[in-house]
Nanobody
Framework: QVQLVESGGGLVQAGDSLRLSCAAS????????MGWFRQAPGKGRQFVAA???????AYVNSVKGRFTISRDNAKNTVYLQMNSLKPEDTGVYYC?????????????WGQGTQVTVSS
């Protein structure tokens, strides 16, 4: 089992920045891929960004140029730097981890951290 703990959410205004963190513990050998999903009120879960240990990254189009995913492999931690936040970025952000980027959604999940962007 992998335990994931997210932090860094909050209430900000449009245009502000936030940095989310997700620390993994337990069977961290199965965290080659780590990433972020979000769920807006009344909507389904959406992929946001992911990264593997080799440095390969993927982003949903709506956050490209604004969000940056990074990771500290020594700390088993992944970060999501969110700049130029928009109200449509509001939602619960979940961290996920798995052995590969393609299996991320079926891996381990954190409890989520709320991000609210006011206009």
């Amino acid at each position: 089992q992998v335990q994931l703990v997210e932090s860094g959410g909050g209430l900000v205004q449009a245009g502000d920045s936030l940095r989310l963190s997700c620390a993994a513990s337990g069977r961290t050998f199965s965290t080659d891929a780590m990433g972020w999903f979000r769920q807006a009120p009344g909507k389904g879960r959406q992929f946001v960004a992911a990264m593997d240990r080799s440095g390969n990254r993927a982003y949903v189009n709506s956050v490209k140029g604004r969000f940056t995913i990074s990771r500290d492999n020594a700390k088993n931690t992944v970060y999501l730097q969110m700049n130029s936040l928009k109200p449509e970025d509001t939602g619960v952000y979940y961290c996920a981890a798995s052995g590969t980027l393609s299996t991320l959604e079926s891996g381990s999940w954190g409890q989520g951290t709320q991000v609210t962007v006011s206009s």
